[in-house]
Nanobody
């Protein structure tokens, strides 16, 4: 059974940086599309970035130019480098496949303050 384990969140000042990690534990095969999502209080979960196994990334307009998704295929691990963060980036961040295939993990909380 695949378990999604996110880490790397925390509190950061606006303009700062964070690097999130997520590993699909128990996945002994290559997952094609891995993605980052986020959910802010009172809002629906939204797609932030997605990358396929060949390395082609796509981003939500709100994070283009600031966030970078990358992955380690050998480890089924996906990363999210968050630069120039804004208060509106405050949310719980989750990873999953591009089609939300697996059970959601606990996520990792990112809080951006001014």
């Amino acid at each position: 059974q695949v378990q999604l384990v996110e880490s790397g969140g925390g509190s950061v000042l606006a303009g700062g940086s964070l690097r999130l990690s997520c590993t699909a534990e128990g996945a002994f095969f290559l997952i094609n599309q891995m993605a980052w999502y986020r959910q802010a209080p009172g809002k629906q979960r939204e797609l932030v970035a997605v990358m396929n196994s060949r390395g082609s990334p796509r981003y939500a307009d709100s994070v283009k130019g600031r966030f970078t998704i990358s992955r380690d295929n050998a480890k089924n691990t996906v990363y999210l480098q968050m630069n120039s963060v804004k208060p509106e980036d405050t949310a719980n961040y989750y990873c999953n496949t591009g089609d939300e295939h697996y059970k959601w993990g606990q996520g990792t909380q990112v809080t951006v303050s001014t």
